[in-house]
């Protein structure tokens, strides 16, 4: 498997860990390639899959949009102003992840577990999350218009003026607030849970 070609612009002020890298596809491979940074990585150009790739601890310059990261390790790693639209982040590891300003908006996180991660003004508009974990992480000001949160955890999850209009949930989902607010919040509900609640 071929390796990303990578720039390093040293002299900057850190931007990862001292640990952090990046490896393209299974890093049990041994497609993985070690880094100790003290600038920013900057990559020319991510392939589309990205599936069982590592991005522990980086700061993912670029785009992830149209990208299969099915099974990706994304732990503690961030995406500032990005663009993530269409993309598979099934079964993915993204706890600790930070994602700033940035669009996820159709994308797939079916099974991620997103534990303890922090979204700011992120967009995940008709986004996917069934059967997700989304345990006490920040989803502030995000936008989760028409996603799918069957099966998803969001207990203590913070979401200060989130948007949930559309957003479909099931008897299997546990919110962060009541289920009467959800309705308030336009949220759409599965018969079975809307006859058990009424």
Known sequence: ????????????????????????????????????????????????????????????PGTLKKKNLKGAELKEAELWSGLAMDSNFTWVNMRGFRGKDSNFSRSIFDHADLRGSKFYRARFVSSSFQKADLRETDLSFCDFSSADLRGANLKNSWVLGTTFRGARFDSKTKLPFSISTAHELGMISDEKLVEKNN
Not at 8 to 31: F, N, P, R, V
Not at 38 to 50: A, M
């Open 1 to 60: 498997m071929r390796l990303l070609i990578l720039v390093l612009s040293m002299g900057l002020a850190a931007t990862a860990g001292a640990d952090s890298y990046l490896c393209e596809g299974d890093k049990s491979k041994g497609a993985c390639v070690n880094y100790e940074i003290q600038g920013r990585l900057q990559v020319k150009e991510l392939p589309d899959d990205l599936s069982f790739s590592t991005f522990y601890k980086m700061r993912i």
